[in-house]
């Protein structure tokens, strides 16, 4: 039995297949139309997934959408309803778009298909499931457990913005929900937005300078106070009430009223471009502590409630690695395993796997390590397609006929401080850059980060870099005792790892603070001692298991730096097209594309008309 799913039409984008229970492939939309979140209907991901599983529409047994539009059109009714008269400017703008597209949902969707290919309208089987039962579905049927309880936690679907459930065998059982406008999900964006980072996008930056406020300050614990006093109330089981006095979201065009927000906490909002001052970096710290707070909470009631030593993740908020550390850490659950793609693309394969499981209740079999394939759910392309591609370039490459010796070469490069763009197999499914789509560079060397940052990235400077580390060294370098294939937990190095701080470290100014060398491997050591770590496992990943285990031949280090093959506002590259135009537009130093290696200075004269901060917008 095949199934397509797909997600759409808010962002994020994608589309997923499963042939009896396995995920055959899984893309985002965004990897194909180079428009970083893109909404649109996922064409492009539907005829790469149908191509992969070699079947047409007509041989699919059902469709199935990740949400159920007209419960959300329900949710936007009453709360303008419930509003009045606030809000009519947010009714004026949303009430035409919905009547126009999302109540004829049906209807788009066969069309998009029909765009693909004909197909059979009379025997397409099109199903819907609600929005938190699809992230539900996409942590708990991959996992490896029989039985776990699920925690999804997002900003909204219909009307749910968090829900415990428990999976058992074939079936997931909703036991509880938290309803709209009562969002920890819109929390954090909220205070994304207040400073200066852009909503559904930039709640990752806002959880890289956390790190940056200073722990028990008097006023990263004012401002948690101000938080938790006046803007939400936490429950004991993790449920929150939310101010609406502080809100604008559920009527307006802005998440919040700036003036208010000024107010309280005594600074303006901070726009994109701004600097970024320590009251920033201590307001992201005392949110991030509140959100860590909130989770630990919902996880505690979910135990209760399931009573089991397994627990699934997914919604967006699952992606705050630093609270799924903490919560790892809080030894609530033996055993966590979150969806690699927690954000609303996982909906595609959620969707799929519960109208498999649930609705033709089908049997599942177990997969070890999990059923997601290390993410590695996307398109490849082989040797003879990269040279295809790249001829018109008149790119200058190597092949390696020998694997070990294309492996040695590199790990040469990385250690002589390059920067090498790594091109290899199945694009990742997710947002996280896990060593096919990656950026390499040494950890050890103390100029890496900023390097990565301002002439390869082209990004915000405070932002951290990740270590991918053999599995098998994990405990040497870091306090985490299980496995994190998907980088999706942060973890404090190991104290023989650590380099003394001086004794003004946190009188510092954010920007000398950043540059002050914490440990032996600073391009992956975060300002708080912590590192967003990825295990790399043989099993999973051998080529790029084998490159990083190579430079530990050569180095005695078992890790690399690893971040997500693209510029700043650009999606991630799919194909080789693409990872030789982000090479030449930045000061990478060397290219490997599977066994085709490129020297920066042997490449042709690049157009400097073709700029990349034309083609994307900044995030």
């Known amino acids: 039995m095949i199934i397509l799913g797909i997600s759409a039409f808010y962002h994020d984008s994608a589309a997923a297949i499963i042939a009896n229970g396995k995920i055959l492939a899984a893309a985002q939309e965004e990897r194909f139309t180079r428009k970083k979140h893109d909404p649109s209907f996922p064409v492009n991901a539907v005829i790469y997934c149908l191509d992969e599983a ?95 309880a699920i925690l999804t936690v997002d900003g909204v679907g219909e009307w749910a913005t968090a829900s415990i459930s428990i999976g058992e065998g074939n079936q997931i059982k909703l036991l509880k929900e938290l309803h709209f406008p009562h969002s920890l999900g819109l929390l954090y964006s909220a205070f994304t937005y207040f400073l200066g980072f852009r909503v559904n996008s930039g709640e990752y930056k806002l959880m890289g300078l956390a790190p940056y406020g200073i722990p028990g300050s008097n006023e990263v614990n004012a401002f948690v106070e101000t938080i938790k006093k006046q803007i939400v109330t936490i429950n004991d089981d993790g449920s929150l009430w939310l101010n609406q006095k502080y809100f604008s979201y559920a009527t307006g065009l802005r998440m919040v009223p700036d003036k208010k927000w000024q107010k309280l906490f005594g600074i303006k909002r901070r726009l994109p471009n701004d600097q970024l001052e320590q009251v920033h970096c201590n307001l992201a710290l005392a949110i991030q502590q509140v959100t860590e707070e909130i989770i630990i909470a919902m996880a505690k009631h979910a135990k209760e409630l399931c009573n089991t030593s397994n627990i699934c993740l997914a919604g967006g908020v699952a992606l705050n690695c630093v609270a799924n550390g903490k919560l790892l850490e809080n030894k609530t659950f033996e055993n ?49 397609e990269a040279e295809k591609m790249l001829k018109p370039y008149g790119a200058v490459y190597k092949i390696f006929q020998n694997y070990d010796e294309l492996c040695a070469k590199t790990a040469q490069c990385i250690n002589e401080g390059k920067v090498v763009g790594w091109f290899q197999g199945r694009m990742e499914f997710g947002p996280r850059a896990l060593g096919n789509r990656s950026i390499l560079g040494d950890a050890r060397n103390k100029e890496m980060q900023k390097k990565l940052n301002l002439k390869i990235k082209y990004r915000e400077s405070f932002r951290p870099f990740a270590p991918s580390v053999l599995a098998e060294f994990n405990s040497d370098y870091f306090q985490l005792e299980s496995s994190s294939p998907y980088m999706l937990l942060v973890a404090q190095l190991n104290s023989n790892k650590l380099i003394p701080l001086p004794d003004n470290y946190y009188q510092m100014p954010v920007a000398e603070r950043l540059y002050v060398e914490r440990s032996l491997v600073p391009a992956i050591t975060h300002i708080d001692l912590s590192a967003r770590v990825q295990t790399v496992h043989r099993e999973t990943n051998q080529r790029y298991w084998q490159l990083i285990d190579t430079f530990k031949q050569l180095t005695n ?49 690049w157009d400097k008309k073709d700029n990349w901060q034309e083609d994307f917008v900044l995030d």
């Open 557 to 605: 280090c078992p890790l690399v730096v690893n971040t997500s093959f693209n510029v700043r506002g650009e999606p991630i590259v799919c194909t080789p097209d693409d990872a030789y135009r982000c090479f030449m537009r930045t000061e990478m130093d060397c290219l490997v594309i599977n066994d085709l290696f490129f020297v920066k200075e042997d490449q042709p004269q």
């Open 336 to 384: 966590l395993f979150i969806q690699p793609a927690a954000g609303d693309a996982g909906g595609a394969v959620g969707a799929a796997m519960a109208a498999y499981y649930i609705n033709f209740q089908l049997g599942r079999d177990l997969a070890l390590p999990d059923g997601m394939s290390g993410a590695y759910l996307g398109p490849a392309y082989s040797n003879s």
């Open 54 to 148: 070699g079947v047409t529409i007509d041989q699919l047994e059902a469709v199935v959408f990740y949400d159920k539009p007209m419960l959300k059109f329900e949710r936007l009714l009453e709360t303008y309803y419930g509003f009045a008269p606030r809000g009519i400017q947010s009714f004026v703008t949303a009430i035409p778009v919905w009547l126009k597209e999302k109540v004829f949902l049906k209807k788009i969707i066969r069309d998009q298909l029909k765009s693909i290919q004909d197909y059979d309208k009379t025997k397409l089987k099109l199903l819907f499931t609600e929005h938190h039962l699809s992230h539900a579905a996409s942590a708990f049927f991959p996992s490896p457990f029989e039985k776990a």
